[in-house]
């Protein structure tokens, strides 16, 4: 197998920097497991990129990863899932939450019962999605995910996450969102006439009201 040139570790790392704004994180860089094997670690694989290895992410940041991972694993992220050099550490996620498992609460990841088989979930949430819209929770994550964590309205986010939104005829489901948008739909019985004449009506007295 042909060993990737210095240069092009480096390159690669320092170009998706110039995309992000930021030193990516190890999981941001294809290729990224080459360039720590060849320096030891991301950090020091930054480092020889000329980019500082050092930077904080926010909570929604942190909590936006683990959900990512979720999707991209299929399951809640446990500790090994971690890795240190993109900022997202289980050390780093021990200070901000206190710990994963917490993490995973605040991001709405359900983690109480989870089964023992890898790659599954077995929790409330899941057995509630199953149960209620046919859909699993590594499923609704990936919706999640596709929506950037917003409702699909309004665009923003929902704590502790987003509502299932169904068709009550057909049962498919539409989308997620957020409590408000979700139950507004509800009052309008889904109905796009109704909320058609709604908007005409808010228009109309905006338009009064304002002079």
Known sequence: MNRLPDQVLLDRTR???????????????????????RWGSWGEALRAAGLSPSFRRSDEECLAHLR?????????????????????GADVIRRRFGGLHAACER???GVAHL??????FAGPLDSHLRRT????????W????????????????????????????????????????????????DNPALLESARTYLLERMAVVNG
């Open 142 to 189: 990936r919706m999640d995910a596709e929506q950037g964590g917003r409702c699909a309205i309004c665009g923003n986010p929902e704590t502790p996450r987003l509502f299932v939104d169904h068709d009550h005829e057909s049962d498919e489901v539409r989308g997620l969102l957020c409590r408000a948008c979700n139950a507004a739909l509800g009052l309008f019985r």
């Open 133 to 140: 819209f046919g859909l699993s929770e590594a499923e609704y």
């Open 107 to 109: 991001a709405g990841i």
């Open 68 to 88: 990512q991972l979720t999707v991209d694993l299929g399951r809640p992220p446990c500790t090994a899932d971690l890795q240190s050099g993109d900022g997202y």
């Open 15 to 37: 170009a998706r920097a110039g995309e992000l704004g930021r030193p990516p994180g190890a999981r941001e860089v294809y290729g990224s497991s080459a360039s720590i094997r």
């Open 115 to 120: 089964s023992a088989k890898p790659g599954t």
